[in-house]
């Protein structure tokens, strides 16, 4: 009988134990859907940097990128949702719903808790040397008093700049003709040498082109200006109302990952967001920390996948 009690003791402060192990116990895997040195693996490895010390873990980044990122994002989906496997997620994981649809293992809402977003790139309305206006009203005349003549450069059919500029086109009541590149890179290449008129690009895409004065922005869809632009007015303000598209990067964990887990990784994506160091280095590569979290961040996805689908749906638009 003694031996029984002292068993029974042993297995109950061995559970009690597990229980109070603090999260997380083993090294973050941090998934991103894009090769190395692009935007959402500069700021997934910004955030492991600073969150590594803090939870006493390494954080481990691994670029698993193809089918825009639709691979990383079914990885981490079907993964054990115990906080060790997360995803760096971007804008274009709210366009997988209209683009791959009947061809994905996983729902990009319900699969996935939205813990926060790190970091954002304001989209921003950029002309090149074909283009010479001196602002947004006068670009909107332009466009208006000639259909079609203007033509816009984006990183590929359903791309973010893509559904963007669709979006700006019907609150503007402009129509231009779409030349869809195959990345960022060679869209701005063209767009510096005058092939294309304009493009609606990521502020990190284009800075360096802004600064040195080969390429004029024209307004900022943000809900305030850029600290990167501090110049260029939002849409809002030049007279284009309800236009917002900010490129944001965050943070998912697979469905079922336990609230304690979640609430660690808010503490650190805040305390991220509010880190003057990172900021600069964010700065660096034409970007600027974000943190929405929780039932906001939740809700914006939401938002955006309904937005994007309608637009894709609108235009025919399916991912090859």
């Known amino acids: 009988m003694h031996r029984i009690w002292l068993s029974t003791c042993t297995l109950l402060a061995t559970a009690a134990s597990a229980q109070t192990v603090p ?18 693996d500069i700021v997934a490895r910004a955030f492991g940097d600073h969150a590594a010390k803090p939870l006493g873990q390494p954080i481990i980044i691994e670029n698993k990128p193809g089918a825009n990122a639709v691979l990383a994002a079914e990885a981490v989906s079907l993964s054990k949702p115990d906080g060790l496997t997360l995803l760096a997620a971007a804008t274009n994981h709210t366009m997988i719903p209209a683009l791959y649809a009947g061809r994905i293992k996983f729902d990009a809402a319900k699969s996935f808790i939205p813990v926060c977003t790190l970091a954002s790139s304001a989209t921003v309305l950029v002309v090149g040397p074909s283009l010479p206006v001196k602002n947004l009203a006068e670009f909107i005349g332009r466009a208006k008093a000639k259909p079609d003549s203007l033509t816009y450069a984006t990183p590929g059919q359903g791309s973010s700049p893509h559904l963007a500029t669709e979006q700006f086109q019907r609150l503007a009541g402009v129509h231009m003709v779409h030349v869809p590149y195959k990345g960022a890179a060679p869209a ?39 600290a990167l632009l501090p110049d260029v007015p939002t849409f809002e303000e030049a007279g284009v109302k309800g236009y917002s598209i900010d490129t944001w990067y965050g943070l998912l964990a697979p469905a079922g990952t336990p609230a304690g887990a979640i609430q660690v990784l808010t503490r650190e994506a805040t305390e991220f967001s509010r880190s003057a160091a990172l900021r600069e280095r964010l700065a660096g590569a034409g970007l600027e920390p974000a943190n929405v979290c929780g039932d906001a961040f939740a809700a914006q996805i939401a938002r955006e996948i309904d937005s994007n689908t309608r637009i894709a749906h609108d235009l025919n638009l399916k991912a090859e």
Do not use: E, I, M
């Not at 999260?23 to 959402?40: E, I, N, R």
């Not at 304009?198 to 080969?214: D, I, M, Y």
């Open 23 to 40: 999260y997380p116990a083993q090294p973050v895997h941090l998934v991103v859907g894009f090769a190395a040195g692009g935007p959402s």
């Open 188 to 226: 701005v290449t063209d767009l510096l040498g005058g092939q294309v008129d304009l493009s609606f690009a990521t502020v990190g895409s284009v800075l360096p082109h802004l600064k040195s004065g080969k390429l004029k922005a024209l307004a900022v869809a943000a809900r305030q200006r850029s």
